[in-house]
T-cell receptor, first 113, second 113 residues
C-alpha cells in the first residue's frame, strides 16, 4: 500500500496567490482529515470528510480556505487568496471506520511570501 | 470542550535513560487514546493506541503506555531510549461519536549518545 499521498511536498508562493493542496487517501478508507501544523498552534484539525461528505469544518480558519472531496480517492484544500500567516505544514490523514487509527501523509510544506 | 495536555514540552535525555511523557485529557466518558510520533522531517506515525481492555498498551519500538482512568492520564514510557528515538511525540484523544482526534501540543524528545 502506498499510504496517504500528498502533493506537492513543498510549495512557495506569493501573498495573494491561490494555493491548491492535494491528497489521495489510502484505498478503502472512508474518512479523510486535513490538519495544519505550526510551531505556535501545534496540530490543528481543519476539516474532515466521511464518505466524501464534509462532517466538521469548524477548524477552517476563514472563508479563504475551502476543501472538497469529489470522490473517495481524492481531496483538495484550497487557499485563496493566500497570506503569509498561512505558512505551515498541511497534513492529510485517512482512516477506515469511526474512531479508527488515522494514517498521515507526508505533508505539504507551504511558504507564503 | 475536550482537551489534551502534554506538560513536557521539551525533554533531553542520554541514551539508555528511561522515558516517561505525560498526557492528560479532559473528557470523563469512554475515550480512545493514541500516541503518535513524528521523526524529524517526517509525517506522524502511530506508536500505540488504547481502545479498551488491558490498560497497559504495548506499541512499536519498545514503547508502552498506561491508561489510568481515575487520573485521566495516558502516559508514554520506554525503559531505555535510543538516539533514534529523537522525535516529537503527540498524544491524542478521540472525540466520542465522531472521527475527530484532538492532539496535544507535542513533546519534543532529544536523545544524546
Amino acid at each position: 500500500d502506498a499510504g496517504v499521498i500528498q502533493s506537492p511536498r513543498h510549495e512557495v508562493t506569493e501573498m495573494g496567490q491561490e494555493v491548491t493542496l492535494r491528497c489521495k487517501p489510502i484505498s478503502g478508507h472512508n474518512s479523510l482529515f486535513w490538519y495544519r501544523q505550526t510551531m505556535m498552534r501545534g496540530l490543528e484539525l481543519l476539516i474532515y470528510f466521511n464518505n466524501n461528505v464534509p462532517i466538521d469544518d469548524s477548524g477552517m480558519p476563514e472563508d479563504r480556505f475551502s476543501a472538497k472531496m469529489p470522490n473517495a480517492s481524492f481531496s483538495t484544500l484550497k487557499i485563496q487568496p493566500s497570506e503569509p500567516r498561512d505558512s505551515a505544514v498541511y497534513f492529510c490523514a485517512s482512516s477506515f471506520g469511526q474512531k479508527e487509527t488515522q494514517y498521515f501523509g507526508p505533508g505539504t510544506r507551504l511558504l507564503v511570501l | 470542550a475536550q482537551s489534551v495536555s502534554q506538560h513536557n514540552h521539551h525533554v533531553i535525555l542520554s541514551e539508555a535513560a528511561s522515558l516517561e511523557l505525560g498526557c492528560n485529557y479532559s473528557y470523563g466518558g469512554t475515550v480512545n487514546l493514541f500516541w503518535y510520533v513524528q521523526y524529524p522531517g517526517q509525517h506522524l506515525q502511530l506508536l500505540l493506541k488504547y481502545f479498551s481492555g488491558d490498560p497497559l498498551v504495548k506499541g512499536i519500538k519498545g514503547f508502552e503506555a498506561e491508561f489510568i482512568k481515575s487520573k485521566f492520564s495516558f502516559n508514554l514510557r520506554k525503559p531505555s531510549v535510543q538516539w533514534s528515538d529523537t522525535a516529537e511525540y503527540f498524544c491524542a484523544v478521540n472525540v466520542p461519536n465522531t472521527d475527530k482526534l484532538i492532539f496535544g501540543t507535542g513533546t519534543r524528545l532529544q536523545v544524546f549518545p
